[in-house]
């Protein structure tokens, strides 16, 4: 019997999943990322279905997008040699290039990545929202974000999108966090954040975020 086109990328899945520490959707078995990063990054309380623009797909395009990311994570060999240690550094030396460049807070970053990804540099939301910084693909295309998942790269791009958002709303924190999760669309149609619950639960739990690393 020849076998169906869901079957193979099933097939595919599962051989793409047996190299990489992370779990794709749809695939039969995963190593939790947890072993990899600290407790205090792994363990977060973060939103995995919060993506840039949420609000502008519809279930098709959530579907082929979820597609394009897993599928780019496998043509990546990044997790190969993946070491806990070098990885959180490079995270942080990545966050403070972003924020010297762009001028924006390396808490607030930091306070974004923590929301968004839980510090996993393989995460894909439901969505199809890639990396640390949860990039939707065509937002990482525009940012001119070749590789999502190398940290440096969704890092710059994610700070840079959130820069743009700040500037956009005139330096208003809340309404910039708003736009970077449902897009800038949504926060000028409705005048602020948006009545999502999603956005409105996400715009609350970066700024605890952002009080809390501003506290340490």
Do not use: C
């Not at 072993?35 to 840039?52: I, Q, V």
């Not at 995460?123 to 929202?129: D, K, P, V």
């Not at 669309?185 to 739990?205: E, H, N």
């Amino acid at each position: 019997m020849i076998p169906s086109i869901s079957d193979l990328f099933q097939q595919r899945l599962n051989e793409i999943q047996s190299r990489l520490p992370v779990k794709l959707k749809g695939a039969s078995n995963s190593v939790p990322f947890e072993e990899y990063l600290d407790t205090e990054t792994a363990a977060s309380d973060t939103s995995a279905d919060s993506t840039l623009n949420s609000s502008a797909y519809d279930s098709s395009a959530l579907s082929s997008n979820l597609q394009r990311a897993q599928l780019s994570l496998a043509s990546n060999r990044l997790s190969n040699g993946l070491d806990k240690l070098k990885t959180n550094e490079a995270i942080e030396s990545s966050i403070q290039t972003s924020s010297q460049k762009y001028h924006v807070d390396a808490d607030l970053i930091r306070a974004v990545i923590k929301q968004e990804s839980g510090y996993n540099p393989y995460s894909i939301s439901s969505s199809g929202a890639q990396g640390l910084m949860q990039l939707m693909p065509d937002t990482a295309d525009s940012l001119g974000v070749e590789n999502p998942w190398d940290i440096s790269e969704n890092i710059d791009g994610g700070t840079r999108y959130l820069k743009d958002q700040l500037v956009a709303f005139d330096g208003n924190l809340d309404l910039a966090l708003a736009a970077y999760n449902a897009g800038p669309g949504a926060v000028s149609k409705y005048g602020g954040i948006p009545p999502y619950t999603q956005t409105q639960g996400y715009v609350k739990k970066v700024l605890e975020n952002y009080t809390n690393y501003k506290n340490k």
